[in-house]
Each structure stands twice: as structure tokens, then as C-alpha cells.
């Protein structure tokens, strides 16, 4: 996929200046990165991180190093209590009614999550509460699983009961006293096709909103067979930029 260099749409030329390939390793492994460049380029100091609860992207030395000064977001007080000390932060649902308040307006100049977006229910509020906590020319970052890749088909079809056994059979860290617990997953607005992201970004207030897809996972590599058909169906669904086949996803919407 090309990405634009063009000036009005720096985020595009920042992420292609990074070398941006639509394998989900790529995400997985660029997305430090890639807000540490944003944040460098566009002078975006205040960071909120979204969900960071247990599990910080910045460590305490990194922020220093850095010049960040970041705050951590969670809906859970316990997970918050599990992060290292030595960061700010702020307990609230980041879709609930009472977010604008408890964050304050045109506070953060970044904001950003990793795998939580599919844990809200309502994302249009999600995107709404996001813009008004940031300032004027603020960055909102969201890395998030899509539909409808096939484990989260399955994940949203069957009852959450069995999908978390199942899960937490195949990936033992995934229980909720391991290192990577499973929360309900909703699917709202979980998509990479921009038809689908862009009305509810527009609304809430952003401007500009580049929407990077990638393909492949992990989940099936502990089945043969079934790992070698559906790494055959991704590969074509790349190949030919099957947006609704995707298995993750950047937004980046510039306020």
C-alpha cells in the first residue's frame, strides 16, 4: 500500500518514512516507534495513554529520556495499581459519560491505546471523549484488532463462557491471574475499511484520519492444517487489499 508524502498529510509521510509494511508483525513491533516519531515530529508532549494499566508502552526512565510527561488511563483502579510507579494517572471508562469531566478538556496533545478498542462498547463516545481531551492539533493513536478477520469472528459469535476457556487453553497467560488477561470484547467499529471509521472521527471532531490495515495473527500456528489454510487465505487477502479480511489496524486522527 502507498502512503502519501504529501505536506497536508504529515501523518501518512511520518508512518512511510518508517518503512510501513502491512504485516502484522510490522504493527506489532513499529508501534513504539511510530508514536515516539509522531510525537518527535509534532512536538506532542502531554501523552494520555489509553488502557495502559499493568502495562505502560513508556517505562519511567524512558518518559525522562524522552521529554514525555505521560499520564495512564484505565476503567480499573487494580490494573492501574499494577503499573510501576512514578506515573500519573486517571481512573475513568473512556466511553462513559463522565469522561470529559474526570479528564479535563485540551489536556493531553497525544492520545493513545493498544488493544482496547475492541473492549468498548461505544466507540463513537470513545472517539468523542478523546478529541475533547486533547488540544488544538492533539494526535489520537488506536492499534486494534478488526473484523472480520476469523479468531474474532469466533470471539464475538460464541458466548464469552466458552471463548475465554478456549482461549486461555491455547494461550495460558491469557487467564486473569497471567501476565495478558482476557477482557470481553465487543467489535464496535473495529474495521479498516475507512467507509466504516471515518463519519464517526469526522463527527467527534477530527480532521485529518489515516487508516493503515495489516494482515495475518498467531492464533491458529498451534493447529496444523487449519494454520497453513488460513495463512494461504491471508496471504491472498493481502495480496489484494481485502480490507474486510484484515487483522488489525492503525487510526491515527489528527484533531
Known amino acids: 500500500m502507498a502512503l502519501s508524502r504529501e505536506p497536508a ?7 512511510a518514512s518508517l518503512g510501513y509494511d502491512p504485516d502484522f508483525n510490522w504493527a506489532w513491533e513499529n508501534y513504539k516507534r511510530t508514536i515516539i516519531e509522531i510525537a ?7 501523552h494520555l495513554e489509553i488502557g495502559g494499566g499493568r502495562d505502560p ?5 524512558e518518559i525522562v529520556t524522552l521529554g514525555f510527561d505521560v499520564t495512564l488511563n484505565d476503567i480499573s483502579a487494580r490494573e492501574l495499581s499494577l ?8 481512573v475513568c471508562d473512556i466511553a462513559g459519560k463522565d469522561a470529559k469531566a474526570i479528564l479535563g478538556p485540551e489536556r493531553y496533545d497525544i492520545a493513545y491505546s493498544r488493544m482496547v ?3 468498548v462498547p461505544d466507540v463513537a463516545s470513545m472517539w468523542e471523549n478523546i478529541a475533547y481531551t486533547l488540544a488544538p492539533g492533539g494526535v489520537a493513536f488506536s492499534f486494534f484488532p478488526t473484523l472480520y478477520a ?3 469472528v469466533l470471539n464475538r459469535l460464541i458466548p464469552e463462557k466458552i471463548s475465554r476457556w478456549m482461549l486461555e487453553t491455547v494461550f495460558p497467560d491469557r487467564k486473569d491471574d497471567g501476565d495478558n488477561p482476557k477482557f470481553p470484547a465487543y467489535y ?3 474495521f479498516s475499511e475507512e467507509s466504516k471509521i471515518l463519519p464517526i472521527l469526522k463527527r467527534a471532531g477530527f480532521s485529518e484520519v489515516v487508516v ?7 492464533y491458529f500456528w498451534k493447529f496444523p492444517g487449519i494454520k497453513q489454510l488460513d495463512a494461504a487465505f491471508t496471504n491472498i487477502a493481502r495480496k489484494r487489499q481485502w480490507r474486510v479480511f484484515s487483522s488489525f489496524a492503525y487510526v491515527i486522527a489528527t484533531k
Open 57 to 61: 508502552l513508556f517505562l519511567p526512565d
Open 150 to 152: 476469523p479468531p474474532y
Open 117 to 119: 478498542m475492541e473492549h
Open 40 to 46: 518527535r515530529q509534532k512536538g506532542l508532549r502531554r
Open 9 to 15: 498529510n504529515d501523518i501518512s509521510a511520518i508512518v
Open 188 to 190: 464496535d467499529h473495529c
Open 83 to 90: 503499573a510501576p510507579a512514578g506515573y500519573s494517572t486517571v
Open 212 to 218: 493503515l490495515p495489516f494482515w495475518g495473527y498467531s
